[in-house]
């Protein structure tokens, strides 16, 4: 692809048009401009919207997205120059990592509940279906019942 509009972006990743810009605003995208100032994107920025949007679903901010963002994309990232500014950055991250844990092993909970919830019902349905369909269905069937 040599390059795309925004609304076609918005097709290819889910993301509204004004998310998209949205995220252009904050620095989490950087598309290049045409000359009459439309937002050009390329094949690279799907995947990038892909990556904010699963990053703001769980949980970041704006600020630590861009860095994620920045570091998984291979790019610089801005830190503090000195180690006290470096810190409290890195005990942030530490504290947002133990965060997206904590709702990994919730959403696990809360699969393992729909799981054997969807099983149950599932074999409720059949029991209910082999009770109806059963021989005693066809003697009800003959007999007008």
Do not use: W
Not at 12 to 24: P, Q
Not at 32 to 46: G, H, I, K, L, N
Not at 57 to 85: K, M, T, W, Y
Not at 130 to 136: I, K, Q, R, V
């Amino acid at each position: 692809m040599a390059g795309v509009l925004i609304g076609e972006l918005s097709e290819r990743t889910g993301a509204t048009v004004r998310m998209l810009r949205y995220y252009d605003q904050h620095g989490l995208l950087q598309p290049q401009r045409t000359e009459s100032r439309y937002r050009v994107y390329d094949e690279s920025d799907v995947e990038r919207v892909r990556s904010v949007r699963c990053l703001i679903a769980s949980g970041l901010n704006v600020r630590l997205v861009r860095l994620v963002l920045a570091h998984a994309f291979g790019q610089q990232i801005e830190l503090p120059d000195d180690e006290a500014g470096c810190v409290p950055l890195l005990e942030m991250l530490s504290d947002e990592l133990s965060a997206v844990e904590q709702r990994i092993e919730s959403l696990e909970r809360s699969k393992t509940h729909l799981a054997r919830l969807v099983s149950d019902v599932g074999l409720i349905m059949e029991a209910r279906r082999a009770a109806h369909d059963g021989p005693c269905a066809e003697a009800r069937v003959a007999a007008g019942g």
